[in-house]
């Protein structure tokens, strides 16, 4: 069945970075669009960032544009999210996604000073 795994959440100061991994099991990742979800307390879960299955397109919410970049090896079946400029509201959990209704269970991510 379908595994994901999401690593390399922590404490990081405001401008600070963190590169986050989710590996990917069960199915055939090449051929699957990913995305990056999060969901911060009390609010509801957001799409951060999606990627095609080759790579080749990504997309981003507004609020992470010039930030945060999405990215695959298909080789190794893992996603990432490269988060540079933190910022306190992007303080939340992040969620690795299959689409429709596959999910890790979440790395945390906290930035505060």
């Known amino acids: 069945q379908v595994q994901l795994v999401e690593s390399g959440g922590g404490l990081v100061q405001p401008g600070g970075s963190l590169r986050l991994s989710c590996a990917a099991s069960?199915?055939?990742?090449?051929?699957?669009?990913m995305r990056w979800y999060r969901q911060a307390p009390g609010k509801e879960r957001e799409l951060v960032a999606g990627?095609?299955?080759?790579?080749?397109?990504?997309n981003y919410a507004d609020s992470v544009k010039g930030r945060f970049t999405i990215s695959r090896d298909n080789y190794k079946n893992v996603l990432y999210l490269q988060m540079n400029s933190l910022k306190p509201e992007d303080t939340a959990v992040y969620y690795c996604?299959?689409?429709?209704?596959?999910w890790g269970q979440g790395t945390q991510v906290t930035v505060s000073s």
């Open positions: 996604n299959v689409p429709p209704n596959s």
């Open positions: 990627i095609s299955s080759s790579g080749g397109s990504t």
């Open positions: 069960g199915f055939a990742f090449s051929r699957y669009v």
